[in-house]
């Protein structure tokens, strides 16, 4: 079963740009989660989808947005963006909503490492 | 609200000698725990995680954790470092339960030595 995929892999920005980065779950998940990783902030959540709908969203500005496909595929995307925005992105599958319980473990991607300059 | 804190940013061990990360999380309901690894340059690895069934945890490549309710604790320990082990280990625990959020401490940086 192929993992979980991210679309591209390095990016390079500027300022005031905005960016859109894809994520396609393992096979047959219908959860997919969305992670910024700094070295200042760590690891946090940015908003969960199932099923084509946002389910959960962190505390991040309104400059974060995404989306869910009916595929189950999902998009971020990032407008005006600032320096600080620079980050490696990470996406994380399941096959159900929640985090907790015996069987839902969240599957990561590789990640899409943003540079905003 | 739920947090997790990660007692050393950093852990250096030699080869063949035993690795104990230590974490402490704070929840106000029953939580799930969750060990994580992440290689340079790669994304987040599951090694075990706590819900609830057996205290003690067995995961990948030799890992377990122990989880202590009095202690609010959920150190993972293995026997004997390998080389391999050297990476950035997390220490996460769960939100609330109909949320596939994720509370990730700060890492830990495991460094092996020959």
């Known amino acids: 079963k192929a993992g979980v995929t991210q679309t591209p892999r390095y990016l390079i920005k500027t300022r005031g740009q905005q960016v859109t980065l894809s994520c396609s779950p393992i096979?047959?998940?219908?959860?997919v989660s969305w992670y910024q990783q700094t070295p200042g902030q760590g690891l946090q959540f940015l908003f969960e989808y199932f099923s084509e709908t946002q389910r959960n969203k962190g505390n991040f500005p309104g400059r974060f947005s995404g989306r869910q496909f009916s595929n189950s595929r999902s998009e971020m995307n990032v407008s005006t963006l600032e320096l600080g925005d620079s980050a490696l992105y990470l996406c994380a599958s399941s096959s159900r909503l929640g985090a907790s319980g015996t069987n839902n473990e969240q599957f990561f991607g590789p990640g899409t490492r943003l540079t905003v300059l | 609200a739920q947090s997790v804190t990660q007692l050393d940013s950093h852990v250096s061990v030699s080869e063949g000698t035993p690795v104990l990360l230590r974490c402490n999380y704070s929840s106000s309901y029953s939580p799930s725990l969750f060990w994580y690894v992440q290689h340079p340059n790669k994304g987040l690895q599951l090694l075990l995680k706590y819900t609830s069934a057996a205290t003690l945890v067995k995961g990948i490549n030799g890992f377990e954790a122990e989880f202590k309710k009095s202690e609010t604790s959920f150190h993972l320990t293995k026997p004997s470092a390998h080389m391999s082990d050297a990476a950035e280990y997390f220490c996460v625990v769960s939100g609330p339960s109909n949320t596939g959020k994720l509370i990730f401490g700060q890492g830990t940086t495991l460094q092996v030595k020959p």
């Open positions: 096979s047959g998940h219908r959860s």
